[in-house]
Structures are given as C-alpha cells and as structure tokens.
C-alpha cells in the first residue's frame, strides 16, 4: 500500500513538471512570434518610408531649428508664431498621412535626420528640432500614433 502511495505521489509530480515545461515552451513560443511580428513591421515601414522626402517636415523642422533660440521656452501647446512654419507643420501632416500610421514615428525620425544634415543647420537647434517632432503627431491631431520617441541624430 506504502508503495502504491509513493508511486502515486511520484505520478503526480512528473505530470505536473511535464506541465510546467508547457507552459515554458509556450511562452518561448510566443515571444519568438513577437519577435517576428515586429521584425516584419520594421521591414515594412522601412519599404514605405524609403525613397520620400518627407520635404514639408523637413522645411518646419528646419523653421523651427533656425528660430529655437529666438523663441525662449515656448511649450509645444503654444499656437505657431510664424505663418510660414504653421503652413509647413500643416504640409507636413499631410505628407505624414501618407504614411501608414505605425510607420509615422520612423518618417518623422527620417525627417529629422534629413533636415539635420543639410549644410546650412549640421546640427543647430537640435533640442527644438526633436521637441518638435516628437509632438508632431500631437500638432497633427492624429490618435495613432500620439507622440513619438527620437532617436538624437549625429552629425
């Protein structure tokens, strides 16, 4: 009977350690598949940003840019000064409607390394250049995405 109990009790553990490497397995499974998701989201905003200029952003980035010191701490919630920029951030959104939305935040990154590298700025006015983009979605009105992170451009 006493070895009836411990084979018993032996049967129990294996099934449940059989369990257990389920749910592990499982979850590695999963991950893999994320992995793979967001590979192929990359590869996909990759081939829908390459090739465009994004030439609206670019002007009201580099707007912003030539105008950031001048400007003080302006919070993002404060109306455009200047018309000019105000038309531009607007071409802009337009250009960046194109662009499927989970893709906004790396045309908007390709933008700002484009204006970055043009001769006339080599890296002036960065920190109002990458507030501005990151609140660009925000400026655009758009629900998706609502902000996006920038990556600082080397010049």
């Known amino acids: 009977?006493?070895?009836?109990?411990?084979?018993a009790g032996l049967l129990v553990a294996l099934l449940a350690?059989?369990?257990?490497?389920t749910v592990t397995t499982t979850v590695i499974e999963e991950n893999a598949a994320s992995r793979r998701h967001q590979g192929?989201?990359?590869?996909?905003?990759?081939?829908?940003i390459e090739g465009?200029?994004?030439r609206q952003c670019q002007m009201y980035l580099t707007m912003g840019?030539?105008?950031?010191g001048r400007r003080g701490g302006r919070s993002h919630n404060?109306?455009?000064?200047?018309?000019q920029q105000e038309q531009y951030m607007w071409e802009c959104c337009e250009e960046m409607n194109d662009v499927m939305p989970m893709?906004?935040?790396d045309a908007i990154q390709e933008a700002v390394e484009m204006a970055m590298y043009e001769p006339q700025y080599q890296g002036q006015g960065m920190e109002e250049v990458m507030?501005?983009?990151m609140n660009l979605p925000k400026m655009c009105k758009w629900t998706e995405p609502t902000m996006c992170d920038m990556r600082p451009v080397v010049v």
């Open 1 to 7: 009977m006493a070895k009836l109990a411990i084979l």
């Open 17 to 21: 350690i059989a369990d257990a490497s």
């Open 40 to 48: 192929g989201q990359m590869e996909q905003c990759r081939q829908e």
């Open 52 to 54: 465009r200029q994004f």
């Open 65 to 68: 840019q030539m105008q950031g």
């Open 78 to 83: 404060d109306a455009i000064e200047n018309p």
């Open 103 to 105: 893709c906004r935040c």
């Open 131 to 133: 507030r501005m983009a």
